[in-house]
């Protein structure tokens, strides 16, 4: 088992700026990619953005230039800092960690935390 807690959202300012952090807590599985989902007010959920466990990134274009994605391997935490935010970022994020052992793999998904960019 796999829990992911979020933490980092909240109300912004267009042009401001926000650092989402995600942990994944585990004692028998490895943590490999972690990334971060949005699904905002009547959209379907579409990817952020993506680290490898070798740090290798993926971002959607939306977000390229503006959202930073990393992560710290010896604590299971993934990071999203997001600069010149708009009204169109505003979305519930979620954090996701693909994670296996010796005998299977699953994708695990935190419980979402809601960005909201308003003046």
């Known amino acids: 088992q796999v829990q992911l807690v979020e933490s980092g959202g909240g109300l912004v300012q267009p042009g401001g700026s926000l650092r989402l952090s995600c942990a994944a807590s585990?004692?028998?599985?490895?943590?490999?990619?972690m990334g971060w989902y949005r699904q905002a007010l009547g959209k379907e959920r579409e990817l952020v953005a993506f680290i490898t466990s070798g740090g290798d990134t993926n971002y959607a274009d939306s977000v390229k230039g503006r959202f930073t994605i990393s992560r710290d391997n010896a604590k299971n935490t993934v990071y999203l800092q997001m600069n010149s935010l708009n009204a169109e970022d505003t979305a519930v994020y979620y954090c996701?960690?693909?994670?296996?052992?010796?005998?299977?793999?699953?994708?695990?998904w935190g419980k979402g935390t809601l960005v909201t960019v308003s003046s």
């Open positions: 996701y960690a693909d994670a296996s052992n010796r005998s299977y793999g699953m994708r695990y």
């Open positions: 585990t004692t028998i599985f490895s943590i490999n990619a």
